[in-house]
């Protein structure tokens, strides 16, 4: 059994029910009974925006997990209803970029067959919820925390008091020691622990995001038992429904009215609220906890020892030892680790797979990883399950698809949004730039002195690709018709994530890779030993940074 | 002349909201804006008229508590569709001023969001005037299920689960 939630009659009747809605509201609208502006939100929190050039639909992956069956599905829909490729984005969805709007209610029941949806993956209204893409075997784990944000997601699907908020709102849950989820940049974090007796209590989160106004959320409240949580969440939303401004939607986050109210007498709102709804037929019961548990226990792991993984390197071919580096995770069960596939190989957008690629994944991680398949939100994939003693034919296997380069962590393992070339909003593009970098820093062995660095790429400040705690974060701007890129460093989306800070005026595309380049030179300059990029911008500030790229008058 | 749904029928009702202006006369049934109640109670509760409390979206119902239970109607303002404060004052009115009377959806009320309005605590819905009375009354059971516990029923799945 591959452990995920798997739909019961009550869940999938939902999810059936929901396609009928859908179906039935995409045919008044084709009729001319429902006007664009009203159909907007439908769409919308079906996952279906009106892109540039077509609708794009943004399929949820809730908290990061796929079967392999689901794989599959969603590569047959990709050539049959669109161009036989799909797009991983940063929130642990999956988009379709040139669906026709007609055929989205049929995309939508062939995709509930295989207990999936597009539910709230846009619109003002509570969207999927995310997590650690090495939930349940991540060594430093705490609380698996995937059971909660299976509650989670089936409280906030078509919770009727939250369906028009102010403004979009995003929960992401992290369970481990590192933060492997940017919780601290979602409208609430919430942080799972264990409290001196060993139970399973959990910290609130709220007020983070990124956009135009980024803020790292804060602390709302130190511990909330598991019976309270979605009631506690109640209470967060109805504040937040009823005093959330809805007059500039650039000042509708939660974020702007955690800072308006300051976060005590937000947290005390909260607080007050939420004592008139604790008591309520709401409260989490244990056996609830036990069913949703159930599903994510451990599969049957073998009885393995650990491998030398050195000693592995050496048996194998050359370029093994660097991906063995960079793209194996250690896994809490001896004799397992996790494979990350980046999707930054150099030509292919950020995120982007083939249906053919698909295909071989999905039979890759049937063979290799117990038939399952995670996304992060470094838009990358993750095989979570894999004996070490598979490691060199599975990546000469993935090498032969294109999709074990060595990049994981490392500058040309970008977050990048997809700008320009498809987003209605952005102001440049995006991929192109991803590429042109790509392209600029192709020696392996200097990206693994360079050592871990989040690049991220966003085409407008709507901040997709989370550009304020990359450690580089790069920024389109439109200057009078051209596309200009800001550049900032030292951000970070760690527990103790922080936001970059802008080194100054910003670049035309083609001067970008040698800017980075200038950039990573100070780094290599200055670094102590063993120093990461973000410590050292850090520990020196960004004036050596601006001197070197600016000159010293700068 | 609106179209009210209640009890899963459509009728032609007449409706006025009274605000800040002195009226002479009155007739329908009357909504008188809860920020302009005093103004108003006194004189129309003389006549043998349907009254009712109108709530705005934006309208801090804490400060009416004590007004509540004069009234067997309570109007909820959508002044537009996307504004869903409605939905939070509804489930207050039913959850915690446990408010029997009927709660009805007045302006921008649209027929994909009865649903959820239902969900709240609505009763009754002035639909908007382009709206079909029979798209309206098939939204009221547009799904089966629900997860969570609401003021329709405040058992979520997982009690039904077990």
């Not at chain 1, 919780?183 to 799972?192: L, S, W, Y």
């Not at chain 1, 109210?261 to 004592?275: C, G």
């Not at chain 2, 994909?112 to 239902?118: G, H, L, R, V």
Request: proline fraction near 4%; charged fraction near 25%.
């Amino acid at each position: 059994m591959i452990p995920m939630y798997k739909y019961d009659e009550y869940d999938q009747r939902i999810v059936d029910e929901r396609v009928s809605q859908f179906r039935d509201q995409t045919l008044r609208y084709l009729a001319g009974e429902i006007a664009e502006d009203e159909f907007l939100p439908l769409r919308l929190q079906n996952g279906l925006y009106v892109q540039r050039f077509a609708p794009m639909l943004r399929v949820a992956i809730p908290y990061g997990l796929l079967s392999t069956h689901q794989v599959r599905r969603i590569s047959e829909i990709s050539r049959k209803y669109d161009k036989g490729y799909v797009h991983f984005t940063t929130r642990q969805n999956v988009q379709l970029n040139w669906p026709l709007l007609e055929q989205v209610p049929d995309i939508l029941a062939d995709l509930a067959e295989v207990e999936m949806h597009a539910v709230q993956t846009s619109g003002a209204c509570i969207r999927n919820t995310t997590t650690d893409q090495f939930a349940g075997v991540a060594r430093d784990e705490i609380v698996d925390p995937r059971p909660w944000c299976e509650i989670i997601r089936q409280w906030s699907t078509f919770h009727p008091e939250f369906a028009f908020l102010p403004r979009k709102f995003k929960i992401a849950v992290c369970g481990s020691e590192q933060d492997r989820a940017a919780t601290m940049v979602h409208d609430i974090g919430v942080h799972a622990f264990r409290n001196e007796k060993g139970e399973v209590r959990f910290k609130i989160l709220a007020g983070g995001g990124l956009g135009r106004t980024p803020m790292v959320a804060s602390v709302i409240r130190e511990s909330i038992e598991p019976e309270n949580l979605l009631t506690y969440l109640d209470a967060i939303l109805r504040v937040y429904n009823r005093y959330g401004r809805r007059d500039n939607k650039y000042k509708a986050r939660i974020k702007i009215l955690v800072k308006a109210m300051t976060p005590e007498v937000f947290s005390q709102k909260v607080e007050a609220e939420w004592e008139q709804i604790k008591e309520s037929a709401s409260l989490l019961p244990e056996t609830e906890i036990q069913r949703v548990s159930q599903h994510f226990i451990d599969p049957e792991y073998q009885a393995l020892n650990d491998h030398d993984l050195n000693d592995l390197a050496l048996k194998a071919p050359a370029g093994f030892q660097s991906w063995l580096k960079q793209n194996v995770f250690p896994h809490k069960k001896p004799g397992y680790c996790a494979v990350t596939l980046t999707l930054k190989a150099t030509g292919d957008a950020p995120g982007d797979v083939s249906a053919e690629q698909l295909d071989i994944i999905a039979d890759l991680a049937d063979q290799y990883s117990l038939g399952e398949l995670r996304v992060s939100h470094e838009q990358n994939l993750i095989f979570a399950d894999v004996e070490q003693s598979a490691l060199i034919e599975l990546w000469e296997k993935l090498s032969a698809i294109g999709l074990a380069t060595a990049n994981r962590g490392l500058l040309t393992d970008m977050i990048c949004c997809p700008g320009g070339d498809f987003c209605a909003l952005a102001n440049a593009r995006s991929i192109p730039l991803a590429e042109e970098i790509q392209r600029k820093f192709d020696d392996i062995d200097y990206l693994h002195d360079v050592g871990e660095l989040d690049l991220n790429i966003s085409g407008c400040m709507n901040a997709c690709a989370h550009h304020h705690v990359g450690h580089i974060g790069i920024l389109g701007v439109d200057r009078k018709g051209i596309e200009y890129y800001q550049i900032q460093v030292g951000g970070s989306a760690s527990k103790d994530a922080s936001l970059g800070k802008i080194i100054g005026p910003s670049f035309k595309r083609e001067e970008v890779p040698s800017v980075l380049e200038k950039i990573l030179s100070v780094y290599i300059d200055q670094r102590h030993e063993d120093e990461l990029f973000v410590d050292t911008c850090q520990r020196i500030g960004i004036t050596p940074f601006k001197e070197r790229v600016y000159g010293q008058a700068a | 002349m609106a179209r009210l749904l209640k009890n899963n029928e459509v009728f032609q009702e007449e409706y006025q909201v009274l605000g800040s202006e002195d009226v002479e006369s009155t007739s329908g049934t009357v909504l008188v804006q809860a920020k302009h109640l005093d103004q108003h109670l006194q004189r129309l509760q003389q006549h043998d008229q349907p009254i009712g409390l109108f709530l705005d979206s934006d309208d801090e119902l804490e400060a009416y508590e004590e007004q509540l239970s004069n009234f067997e109607l309570i109007a909820i303002n959508f002044p537009k569709f996307m504004d869903g404060r409605g939905y939070s004052l509804s489930k207050l009115l039913r959850d915690r001023y446990q408010f029997k009377g009927d709660i009805r959806a007045v302006g921008d009320v649209l027929v994909d969001q009865i649903f959820m309005m239902k969900r709240c605590g609505f009763s009754s819905y002035y639909l908007r005037d382009d709206q079909k009375a029979e798209d309206a009354i098939k939204a009221l059971d547009t799904f089966t299920l629900r997860y969570q516990g609401s003021s329709d029923d405040p058992e979520p799945l997982y009690r039904k689960r077990a």
